[in-house]
């Protein structure tokens, strides 16, 4: 099937019976970054990063809402299409997305969801604390931090998207589906797609989406027929942009409603579902938030199901036997004395353990992948040369190919034989000249059958290397304005290259399982700065939560902003353009989640009955434990204990990646966050899960719609809670 490309006839870069169509691949049309994209970016950016500041402070959970955004911003240019002086094309989506994921990480990439609560409210006087930040301190830091990440990505994006070719399945997916948008109603399900050879530059562009169809292209039902009228309108149905609007905007309306009802009724966040006496007594209630149902359904069956068991071990077992046995003497749901802020060290040594071994794993995986075949090496340049023959590179002589040997390589298409009829396929000075900002209409479509981007469409190392420096120095700048001599600065050095160091596991981590283990990245952090900060020293427990801090937004960016990347990469997204998008994403956003935070917690009680703040709960735990201080009794049995358990549980799942039994072994962090966060989310989040396996498993339904439901159900409730904070600031009583 040849590419739509419209009304405008290109000429063939190729002479004719030399190749087809299907050998050749050519950069996407349209403009890579506009104005406009920017500011569709910042729109849907802030929407996301109200909802997520609004959940953070409550779980702790944040989401990028990648899929969501590129839906968001089809619909914003479709619905003012015939305004338009140019259309609005997947590269220019892929540029709306990446402005508004650099918006939507910044409330927890700045630490408001956990580390800066922890500072405000959590710190005793004996640590220095609390400490309350200006405004214009909230912003210098959040700008310090919001910068590194993003242009260590850049460096990172060489390496494990086009030498690795890692697959960042959220990325690919939101490739997928922008390509389906943009699609002209052409099913383009994931299904028909060959990931093998989806991996280099514009793969899954529009202009080259042939390229990656699997099967025969002469059979038949792998053409297009445009007879068959009956045909193209159910798939124009199936993949209807508008009907997948319609149900986000739907979905919106409804959780938005249900959340000014939870204002006037407050009771319907805590519903008793087992019993008053479980409820009062033991905090089992049922919040039949909307939002948390949609999180559970982008969670996944897996994940809420192992939630669902960190909540019956730690609320249904431990918390009524530490009650019972004396150990956590005081009211349940007390952090100091009760049993939820004793469940807490068995959750965080959980979290600990997962961290410790998974990473250790993705650290160490390539020593023991390429480890013998390198030994091997060694060992045969010493029996060549001796010692010498270890230091002096050897001289290889060469076979050339015969032009019936194909190239195997899955990345690149077939060219051809080169000769001087192929000259036509080099691109014209004017297109070596191109800026990829530069977007004046071109004669032409430009071949382009490489790995990577055009040279001109890329970051140059100059300004990686200026702008990697420049804010690193920013970064340690802003937390000595912040703090002052209160965090030294050689901690503040370390803690910033420690960050980048672990990013690369985050990054690779994000790129195998689609999971960025930042929580883990952040406890190994502050384990790390509990060895080297005396544990005398006045300000230890402060500069662990900046040391973890920094990581955390280090390896968060680096880390979630490799999605866009990826999906640009297939999408054939200028990546120079990407980045300047991410970062006016990440400083708008970085300012914005300043004032939201400031904005909340000027309004709410936090720590509160809304606003619980688990997070920061967690933070200054894990502070205390790994600098010494003393835990509840019986507690460090307990936590013991569970390490090993899952160390061992996390090992088998390592191992289990891709068996079809991968699933039934409990994931660490799932578990440890279903005991940290009362049962109220869980149980909501849980539902969310098994109508994700119904929809996908047991109805085998497309996915597409169903992201949207659970899109809708998150922003609604994110964003009208500005209309509650409204109500709450102007005192308005409950019902």
């Not at 960042?168 to 490739?175: L, N």
């Amino acid at each position: 099937m040849a590419p739509d490309r419209g009304s405008v006839e290109v000429p063939p870069p190729y002479p004719p019976g030399e190749e087809t169509e299907r050998d050749v691949k050519y950069l996407p049309e349209g403009r890579h970054f506009t104005l406009r994209g920017v500011a569709a970016g910042l729109l849907v950016g802030l929407i996301i990063c109200f909802s997520n500041m609004y959940f953070g402070l409550q779980t702790g959970w944040i989401s990028m809402m990648t899929m969501p955004s590129s839906l968001l911003g089809f619909g914003i240019f479709k619905a003012l299409s015939r305004h338009l002086s140019f259309p609005f094309s997947p590269v220019e989506n892929v540029l709306v997305q990446s402005v508004a994921g650099g918006m939507a990480i910044m409330p927890l990439g700045c630490g408001f969801v956990g580390v800066i609560p922890a500072m405000e409210y959590l710190l005793k006087p004996s640590e220095q604390g609390p400490i309350h930040l200006s405004m214009w301190k909230l912003i210098i830091w959040s700008l310090g931090l919001c910068y590194f990440g993003v242009v260590f990505a850049v460096p990172l994006r060489r390496q494990v998207i086009i030498r690795e070719q890692l697959k960042f399945p959220s990325g690919f997916s939101t490739a997928v589906l922008i390509g389906v948008l943009h699609g002209k109603g052409r099913s383009q399900n994931s299904a028909a797609l060959d990931t093998s050879k989806a991996a280099t530059f514009g793969s899954l562009a529009l202009e080259n989406r042939p390229l990656v169809l699997t099967g025969n292209p002469n059979d038949e039902e792998n053409s297009a027929d445009p007879i068959d009228e009956s045909s193209t309108t159910e798939t124009e149905k199936k993949y209807s942009w508008s009907s997948n609007i319609r149900l986000l905007l739907i979905t919106f309306g409804v959780s938005g409603f249900y959340t000014l009802c939870t204002y006037f009724f407050p009771i319907l966040r805590n519903l008793p579902i087992v019993g008053t006496v479980a409820a009062d007594t033991w905090l089992w209630t049922l919040n039949p938030s909307l939002a948390y149902v949609g999180q559970g359904i982008i969670m996944g069956p897996s994940t809420t199901i192992h939630m669902l068991l960190g909540a019956i071990v730690g609320w249904g077992i431990l918390s009524p036997l530490a009650k019972f046995r004396g150990w956590a003497p005081g009211s349940i749901d007390d952090w100091e004395s009760g049993s939820k802020g004793w469940i807490v060290w068995t959750s965080l040594a959980i979290m600990l353990a997962d961290a410790v071994v998974s990473l250790s794993y993705i650290a160490f995986s390539p020593l023991f992948k390429h480890g013998p075949g390198f030994l091997a090496t060694l060992k045969r340049q010493f029996q060549d040369g001796g010692f010498k023959g270890l230091f002096v590179r050897q001289r290889y002589d060469y076979t050339a190919v015969r032009a019936s040997e194909d190239d195997s390589r899955p990345s690149i298409a077939s060219r051809g034989s080169v000769d001087g009829d192929n000259l036509p396929n080099l691109p014209s000075p004017a297109f070596e000249r191109r800026n990829p900002f530069d977007t004046r209409p071109v004669d032409s479509q430009r071949v382009w059958d490489e790995d990577d981007a055009p040279p001109e469409q890329l970051v140059g190392s100059k300004t990686v290397s200026i702008g990697l420096v420049i804010s690193v120095l920013f970064c340690i700048a802003s937390i000595h304005i912040t703090f002052g001599n209160l965090v030294p600065l050689y901690a503040t050095v370390i803690a910033v290259f420690m960050a980048m160091l672990l990013s690369i596991m985050g990054v690779r981590a994000l790129g195998e399982t689609d999971l960025n283990p930042v929580s883990g990245i952040s406890k190994l952090a502050q384990l790390f700065f509990a060895l080297i900060i005396p544990q005398s020293h006045k300000s230890s427990v402060l500069i662990n939560l900046v040391a973890g801090a920094v990581s955390e937004a280090g390896a968060l960016q680096a880390g979630d902003l490799m999605q866009d990347l990826k999906t640009g990469h297939l999408l054939g997204a200028s990546p120079k353009a990407q980045f300047w998008g991410q970062i006016i994403g990440a400083t708008v956003g970085a300012v914005v989640s300043a004032l939201i935070y400031r904005l909340y917690t000027a309004v709410y009680e936090v720590p509160g009955d809304l606003f619980q703040v688990p997070t920061g709960f967690v933070w200054i735990f894990t502070a205390r434990l790994v600098t010494g201080k003393g835990l509840p009794y019986m507690a460090r049995e307990f936590a013991i204990g569970g390490a090993v358990l899952f160390a061992f549980f996390t090992a088998l799942r390592t191992k289990a990646i891709g068996k079809s039994w991968h699933a039934y072994i409990p994931g660490g962090i799932a578990v440890a966050v279903g005991m940290y966060n009362v049962p109220s989310f869980t149980l909501a989040r849980t539902i969310g899960g098994l109508l994700n396996w119904y929809w996908r498993i047991y109805l085998r339904r497309e996915d597409t719609p169903l992201i949207v439901l659970a899109s809708g159900f998150i922003l609604g409730e994110g964003f009208l809670s500005i209309i509650n904070l409204l109500l709450q600031s102007s005192q308005v009583p409950h019902l």
